[in-house]
C-alpha cells in the first residue's frame, strides 16, 4: 500500500479571523498616543439622493458611487493626554494606526497574524475632557472629521477614500477615475 502524502496548504481553506492582537496609533509617525484605550474607526457611509419618477413605483435611496457622508473618528482615552489636549481646535490631524490581526488556520493547525494599516487625515473636530471620578478612567476622547482614509492588509489596498483628491478605491476599483476624467481632471 502506497504511503499517502499530504501537503497542508490544500487544506487552508477554513482561516477564521479571531480577534485584534495588538495595535499602536502614531500621529504623523511620531511614537505619542501612548494612553488611548481604543479607536473607532470612522463608519464608511455612502452619501445617498432619493430618486423617484417614471420607471419606479415607488422611492429608491440610491448610493452615490464613491461619495461618502461625514466620516468620524474617535480617539478614546483611559485619562486627559497633553497628545489629545493638543488635538483640538480645527487642528489637521494625520494618523497611522497599525494593528496586527490574529486568526487560526485550520487547515494549517496553526495561528497566521496578519497586519492591518489604517491611515488617516483629517481635522480635529471636537476634544471630550470626560469625567473625573476618583479611581475610574475619564473616558476622554477626541473626535475627528477623516477626509482621507487608506485600509491595508499584508500591503495590499482594500479601501482608499480621498474626498479632496476625487479618489475611491474599493477591492482594486477606482470608483472616481472616470469622474475625474469627466470633469477635466487628469
Not at 501537503?7 to 477554513?14: E, R, Y
Not at 463608519?43 to 429608491?60: D, Q, R
Not at 494549517?108 to 475632557?129: C, H, L, M
Not at 479611581?135 to 477623516?146: A, F, H, L
Request: aromatic share 8%; proline share 3%; with cysteine.
Amino acid at each position: 500500500m502506497d504511503e499517502l502524502k499530504f501537503d497542508l496548504q490544500i487544506f487552508a481553506v477554513n482561516k477564521v479571523p479571531e480577534m485584534l492582537q495588538e495595535t499602536r496609533v502614531y500621529w504623523d509617525g511620531e511614537d505619542n498616543m501612548i494612553g488611548i484605550a481604543n479607536v473607532d474607526l470612522p463608519e464608511l457611509a455612502s452619501s445617498t439622493t432619493s430618486i423617484t419618477g417614471v420607471g419606479l413605483s415607488g422611492e429608491v435611496d440610491a448610493p452615490v458611487r464613491g461619495h461618502f457622508q461625514s466620516m468620524e473618528l474617535k480617539l478614546n482615552w483611559r485619562t486627559p493626554h497633553v497628545t489629545g489636549l493638543r488635538m483640538a481646535g480645527g487642528n489637521p490631524v494625520s494618523l497611522q494606526i497599525y494593528g496586527s490581526t490574529q486568526d487560526f488556520d485550520s487547515g494549517t493547525n496553526d495561528y497566521v497574524e496578519e497586519q492591518i494599516i489604517v491611515t488617516v487625515r483629517g481635522r480635529a473636530k471636537s476634544y471630550a475632557p470626560g469625567t473625573f471620578e476618583a479611581m475610574n478612567t475619564t473616558d476622554s476622547s477626541n473626535t475627528i472629521e477623516v477626509h482621507y482614509i487608506k485600509i491595508e492588509v499584508e500591503g495590499e489596498i482594500i479601501t482608499e477614500i480621498d474626498k479632496y483628491g476625487y479618489k475611491c478605491v474599493i477591492n482594486g476599483v477606482d470608483f472616481m477615475a472616470k469622474i475625474r476624467r469627466n470633469i477635466g481632471m487628469s
